[in-house]
């Protein structure tokens, strides 16, 4: 299914920026587009995901899926946040199985949150 | 437009819990329903919202409109996550204005995602 990968392009990572330098976040987008996004991953600029303290930041959604947020991100993960933005694109139901998530995908994440229509029962 | 409210039940929040004695999170949740649930909002209890470090947590979420997560929450901040629950399903986008939102949901926010089927020139 294909999923959206946000990617918060604002985002400053604590960092001061010159005028006219691209942002960290900004970075990261294009080292994501550099590794390359997959067909079924559709990679979306944010202003600010609200991770502020921790960025840079994407978050990975699909209809009725689980939609994570990743944080303490750089350019140096773009290979790893393809990776696990392709691996939850071809998960059925978008649960990657624990040992095929990237490392920073296990050990970075700020949130997740269930799909609108989980039934209460289902979510205990 | 009806709203969920996700409050993540399992939460420790950096707690030993006595075994037998209720999580913090689980007292949020019973916090939460003796404040009173708007009619427009469902509560729905998780086990787990990926963001232990920063527990209680509780996320927002609506089709079509913004989600939200926010953290560092207790029993304490019952009234105040009914009154931003109760702004957000009003709102008719969702977007509440920041002089209206809580006081925990301007300082307390670990995330926000937008909604799936904004459109990437839009969210620039």
Known sequence: MAATLHVC?????????????????????????EVGVPPDVNLVPIECLSACSQGC??????PGRWSYVY??????????????AAAY???PDGLVPWRARPDIFRKQSLARIPPINLLPEAAE
């Open 57 to 62: 930041s994407v978050a990975l959604s699909a």
């Open 71 to 84: 944080g303490r991100l750089s350019e140096a993960n773009a290979k790893d946040v393809v990776a696990g």
């Open 9 to 33: 392009i604002t985002c400053r990572a604590g960092q001061t920026i010159v005028e006219g330098e691209p942002t960290p976040g900004a970075r990261l987008r294009d080292a994501i587009l």
């Open 89 to 91: 694109a071809a998960a």
